[in-house]
């Protein structure tokens, strides 16, 4: 990628420095107010897992931005001959409907990333802490950059330009950094359609029936608009984390457990649909019922 897009698309690139001064502000009242929201081995491991991510990112960047440019110039013509079009511009508007189509693509990116286990194996490593925090918030799993690009290709194909697009993923990163505090009060009006801490804490929570919900980034609409949202229980306090946890702070545990346990569970069956199955299944799936989906446990909660 031309460097001088580099921060352009990547605004991150501008972020991280203030990312970095909020933990420690963050860390700093944690310790002064014992609100013991942070642990030490925690929060290096969150470190040293988002350093990783960050270091992949810049590798993956220019391929990513590749993707997108090879689809956009693929169907020009198709777009110039059906439709009158090469692109939408640059104009403010396209702006403000390219962030809007960003957080759809995300809200499938990342309710997929919950839904298929392998790549589920990719986004625990996300949820992995049992802590909520700002440091969390950077606990970002390595394998996701290799995929996330897929779910934004269609932005392209229709013709939003392929730094505009990179740039809105830039700015759905920066707004969703905000979101892993319990410092931020319920925001009211805000509340109605946009994405807020207070809903990401049920999104964080591993309680049975917090799980699978509020996937979206900077709104709500595409949570409550397909059935996965979800409001904070005052009377039902969020415990965060996953099912099964690594129970390690060594970052190269808590990036490969979950695809060490998906390969233990294809070699243990010798049905090809049941491999297949342990593999783009559900996470939680197995043939004989040994463990359930999260929709299997929710929907045996409100029968019960």
Same mark, same amino acid.
């Given at each position: 990628?031309?460097?001088?897009?580099?921060?352009?698309?990547?605004?991150?690139?501008?972020?991280?420095?203030?990312?970095?001064?909020?933990?420690?502000?963050?860390?700093?009242?944690?310790?002064?107010?014992?609100?013991?929201?942070?642990?030490?081995?925690?929060?290096?491991?969150?470190?040293?897992?988002?350093?990783?991510?960050?270091?992949?990112?810049? $590798?993956?960047? +220019?391929?990513?931005?590749?993707?997108?440019?090879?689809? #956009?110039? &693929?169907?020009?013509?198709? /777009?110039?001959? @059906?439709?009158?079009?090469?692109?939408?511009?640059?104009?403010?508007?396209?702006?403000?409907?390219?962030?809007?189509?960003?957080?759809?693509?995300?809200?499938?990116?990342?309710?997929?990333?919950?839904?298929?286990?392998? $790549?589920?194996? +990719?986004?625990?490593?996300?949820?992995?802490?049992?802590? #909520?925090? &700002?440091?969390?918030?950077? /606990?970002?799993? @390595?394998?996701?950059?290799?995929?996330k690009s897929f779910f934004w290709i269609w932005m392209a194909v229709?013709?939003?330009?392929?730094?505009?697009?990179?740039?809105?993923?830039?700015?759905?990163?920066?707004?969703?950094?905000? $979101?892993?505090?319990?410092?931020?009060?319920?925001?009211?009006?805000?509340?109605?359609?946009?994405?807020?801490?207070t809903q990401h804490q049920v999104h964080h929570s591993k309680n049975?029936?917090?799980?699978?919900?509020?996937?979206?980034?900077?709104?709500?609409?595409?949570?409550?608009?397909?059935?996965?949202?979800?409001?904070?229980?005052?009377?039902?306090?969020?415990?965060?984390?996953?099912?099964?946890?690594?129970?390690?702070?060594?970052?190269?545990?808590?990036?490969?457990?979950?695809?060490?346990?998906?390969?233990?569970?294809?070699?243990?069956?010798?049905?090809?649909?049941?491999?297949?199955?342990?593999?783009?299944?559900?996470?939680?799936w197995s043939p004989n019922g040994d463990s359930m989906t999260v929709?299997?446990?929710?929907?045996?909660?409100?029968?019960?």
């Amino acid at each position: 990628m031309n460097p001088t897009y580099l921060g352009i698309t990547n605004p991150l690139v501008y972020a991280l420095p203030v990312f970095i001064a909020l933990i420690a502000i963050e860390l700093y009242l944690s310790i002064k107010h014992e609100r013991h929201l942070y642990e030490w081995k925690d929060l290096g491991a969150s470190v040293s897992v988002g350093a990783g991510a960050s270091i992949i990112a810049i $590798l993956t960047k +220019a391929a990513s931005i590749g993707m997108f440019f090879f689809f #956009f110039e &693929l169907f020009k013509p198709l /777009r110039v001959s @059906w439709f009158g079009y090469e692109d939408f511009g640059w104009a403010w508007y396209v702006w403000l409907i390219c962030q809007f189509a960003d957080d759809f693509s995300y809200y499938w990116y990342h309710r997929m990333s919950h839904e298929v286990r392998v $790549l589920w194996a +990719a986004h625990l490593v996300h949820h992995s802490s049992e802590n #909520f925090n &700002l440091g969390s918030g950077i /606990r970002n799993g @390595w394998f996701t950059l290799f995929y996330k690009s897929f779910f934004w290709i269609w932005m392209a194909v229709i013709g939003f330009h392929p730094f505009m697009i990179a740039t809105c993923l830039g700015i759905q990163a920066i707004y969703q950094f905000h $979101l892993h505090t319990k410092s931020v009060p319920n925001l009211g009006f805000l509340e109605k359609f946009m994405n807020t801490p207070t809903q990401h804490q049920v999104h964080h929570s591993k309680n049975y029936e917090y799980l699978d919900k509020n996937h979206g980034g900077f709104l709500n609409i595409f949570d409550r608009m397909f059935g996965t949202f979800l409001d904070l229980d005052k009377n039902n306090k969020a415990d965060f984390g996953v099912l099964k946890p690594p129970n390690s702070f060594n970052p190269l545990v808590i990036v490969t457990y979950e695809y060490a346990n998906i390969w233990k569970d294809v070699k243990a069956t010798k049905s090809i649909k049941d491999k297949l199955m342990y593999i783009f299944g559900p996470p939680g799936w197995s043939p004989n019922g040994d463990s359930m989906t999260v929709k299997q446990i929710q929907a045996q909660m409100k029968n019960s």
